[in-house]
C-alpha cells in the first residue's frame, strides 16, 4: 500500500506544479516577465507602459535616498492595477538633481546623484522609442520629483512630433505629481495641519507618503526625538507629525487623479 500512494502523493505534487506553471503572470512589472510573456500580454491589450521616474536624492536625516524611487514603483504598480491594460517599466532612478560644480540644490548632501537635462531627455526617449518597437501605443512618464517634469513634457512633445503618423503617442502626465504637491496638501489643510508641516520636501506630506508605501523607508525615531528639522538638514516642512494613516489618503488622491489623467490623455490621438 505505501509504494502506490507514495506514486499518488508524486503524480498530485506534479500536477500541481504543472497547474501553476501554466497560469499568467500576474504581475504588472515587465522585470518580472518574460520576453514571451510581455509579447502575449501586448498582444491581449496591455498596450499602456508606465514609466516610473525617481531620482537619488537627500531626504533630510530622517528618510532614505531612494524615497522617489520606492514611491514611484509603488504608486505605478497600482496606477497600473486599476487602469487594467497597463503595464510598468524599471524605475529611472538617475535624474536632474542640480548642478555639482557648485553643488546646487540638493546636491549639496551626501548621496545625491545628478545627470544634465539633456541626458535625462534622451533616456526618455530612447526608453519610449524602444517601447513603441516592441508594441505599446500609450508611453506614461511619471515623474515623482519635481524637478524635471518640464523635462518630461520637452521629451514627449519631441517623441509625438516624431511619431505624428503614427498611433503612438508619449505623455508626460504631470498631473501625477501636482496630486501630491496641491490636492493632497490641500486635503492636509482641511485636516488641521499648517502649511510649515506640509512642507515641499521631507516634511509632513513626503514623510507621511514615504511610511504609507514602505515605512522602512523612514527613521521613525529621528521623528520622535522632537528635534525641529530645517533647511539645514535638508527638511522643508514639519515632519513630526508624520503618520502612515495620512499618507494612504495621499496614495489614494495621488492613484485616482493620475488614473483620471492617463484616460484622458490616452483618448487624444
Known amino acids: 500500500m505505501i509504494a ?63 524615497k522617489h524611487n520606492v514611491r514611484a514603483k509603488v504608486l505605478s504598480e497600482k496606477i497600473a492595477i486599476e487602469l487594467g491594460n497597463a503595464l510598468v517599466a524599471p524605475v529611472i532612478a538617475y535624474a536632474p538633481e542640480g548642478s555639482i560644480d557648485p553643488p546646487s540644490a540638493h546636491m549639496r548632501f551626501h548621496g545625491t546623484i545628478t545627470i544634465s537635462d539633456a541626458a535625462f531627455e534622451s533616456v526618455l526617449a530612447s526608453a519610449a522609442r524602444s517601447f513603441k518597437l516592441h508594441g505599446f501605443r500609450d508611453i506614461v512618464f511619471l515623474g515623482d520629483h519635481g524637478a524635471y517634469q518640464k523635462d518630461e513634457i520637452v521629451a514627449a512633445d519631441r517623441l509625438n512630433r516624431e511619431w505624428r503618423a503614427t498611433p503612438v503617442r508619449a505623455h508626460a502626465i504631470v498631473e501625477y505629481y501636482r496630486a501630491a504637491e496641491t490636492v493632497f496638501a490641500e486635503a492636509l489643510r482641511h485636516a488641521g495641519y499648517r ?75
Open 4 to 66: 502506490p500512494l507514495r506514486h499518488l502523493l508524486l503524480f498530485a505534487l506534479a500536477a500541481a506544479a504543472t497547474s501553476a506553471a501554466a497560469q499568467p503572470p500576474t504581475s504588472v512589472f515587465i522585470d518580472d516577465l518574460t520576453w514571451t510573456e510581455l509579447r502575449d500580454q501586448i498582444r491581449a491589450g496591455k498596450t499602456t507602459i508606465i514609466v516610473p521616474i525617481g531620482g537619488t536624492e537627500q531626504n533630510g536625516p530622517h528618510m532614505a535616498l531612494g
Open 195 to 269: 502649511d510649515d508641516e506640509i512642507g515641499t520636501h521631507a516634511g509632513l506630506a513626503d514623510t507621511s507618503l514615504a511610511l504609507a508605501v514602505d515605512p522602512r523607508l523612514v527613521r521613525t525615531e529621528s521623528l520622535a526625538s522632537g528635534v525641529r528639522l530645517g533647511s539645514g538638514d535638508g527638511v522643508y516642512g514639519d515632519p513630526r507629525r508624520a503618520s502612515a494613516e495620512l499618507g494612504r489618503l495621499g496614495v489614494d488622491v495621488i492613484v485616482r487623479e493620475t488614473v483620471g489623467a492617463i484616460r484622458k490623455a490616452s483618448l487624444r490621438r
